[in-house]
């Protein structure tokens, strides 16, 4: 009776938003196939901190500097707070608040890519490489094809981020933002595992 009421008096309801899933399949499909190409990678390294080289892969690990690894893990846990609160606001409002918080999900990101340049860097100069045994290979090469991602991830922040600065409709926000912030997630995780494996184990 009070809808009734409310429609007759020329009142317009409104009903909540519908919850979906962020961004669309096409994301999921790729993420899906690149954690799965991941747990491959990550299987590896695991067996050979268990294996014949266990030794040498303890040795090798002592010589990362683990603060180093806790400070990337930071910057990327906190861009990706700062993705996930851009998303949130473009939901509800329109304003320039929406395109500094993917500022500083880019911010991060750039932080990060120097913190690990560094870190290359410093082995590098005292004669570490990829070459020096099995485990400088898998640090080199997996922390790589993460750091590509990583470059990956900048630029579709970027995209983002100019997407949020014109007026955003549902579709924009399901194409664009929301799908680009799910793969800027996926980032993340891949270098939390990553972390473990090298850092902690």
Same mark, same amino acid.
């Given at each position: 009776?009070?809808?009734?009421?409310?429609?007759?008096?020329?009142?317009?309801?409104?009903?909540?938003?519908?919850?979906?899933?962020?961004?669309?399949?096409?994301?999921?499909?790729?993420?899906?196939?690149?954690?799965?190409?991941?747990?491959?990678?990550?299987?590896?390294?695991?067996?050979?901190?268990?294996?014949?080289?266990? =030794?040498?892969?303890?040795?090798?690990?002592?010589?990362?500097?683990?603060w180093v690894?806790?400070?990337?893990?930071?910057?990327?846990?906190?861009?990706?707070?700062?993705?996930?609160?851009?998303? =949130?606001?473009?939901?509800?409002?329109?304003?320039?608040?929406?395109?500094?918080?993917?500022?500083?999900?880019?911010?991060?990101?750039?932080?990060?890519?120097?913190?690990?340049?560094? =870190?290359?860097?410093?082995?590098?100069?005292?004669?570490?490489?990829?070459?020096?045994?099995?485990?400088?290979?898998?640090?080199?090469?997996?922390?790589?094809i993460h750091?590509?991602?990583?470059?990956?991830?900048?630029?579709?922040?970027?995209?983002?981020? +100019?997407?949020?600065?014109?007026?955003?409709?549902?579709?924009?926000? +399901?194409?664009?933002? =929301?799908?680009?912030?799910?793969?800027?997630?996926l980032v993340?995780?891949?270098?939390?595992?990553?972390?473990?494996?090298?850092?902690?184990?």
């Amino acid at each position: 009776m009070m809808d009734c009421a409310a429609k007759s008096k020329g009142e317009v309801t409104t009903s909540p938003p519908q919850k979906h899933i962020p961004g669309e399949l096409g994301i999921w499909v790729f993420v899906a196939g690149d954690l799965m190409v991941f747990a491959a990678f990550f299987v590896v390294i695991a067996l050979g901190h268990n294996g014949e080289q266990a =030794e040498i892969f303890a040795q090798s690990r002592a010589t990362l500097d683990m603060w180093v690894g806790v400070l990337n893990t930071f910057l990327l846990l906190t861009g990706s707070w700062f993705v996930a609160k851009g998303v =949130e606001k473009s939901r509800t409002a329109h304003d320039s608040a929406i395109s500094r918080y993917f500022s500083l999900g880019i911010l991060c990101g750039l932080l990060f890519v120097a913190n690990k340049s560094f =870190e290359w860097g410093a082995k590098i100069i005292v004669g570490i490489n990829p070459m020096t045994n099995d485990f400088f290979m898998y640090y080199f090469v997996f922390t790589g094809i993460h750091l590509l991602h990583v470059f990956v991830g900048l630029g579709v922040l970027l995209l983002v981020r +100019n997407a949020s600065k014109r007026p955003i409709t549902a579709r924009n926000r +399901n194409r664009t933002i =929301e799908t680009g912030a799910t793969f800027w997630h996926l980032v993340d995780l891949l270098w939390i595992v990553l972390f473990a494996l090298f850092y902690l184990l």
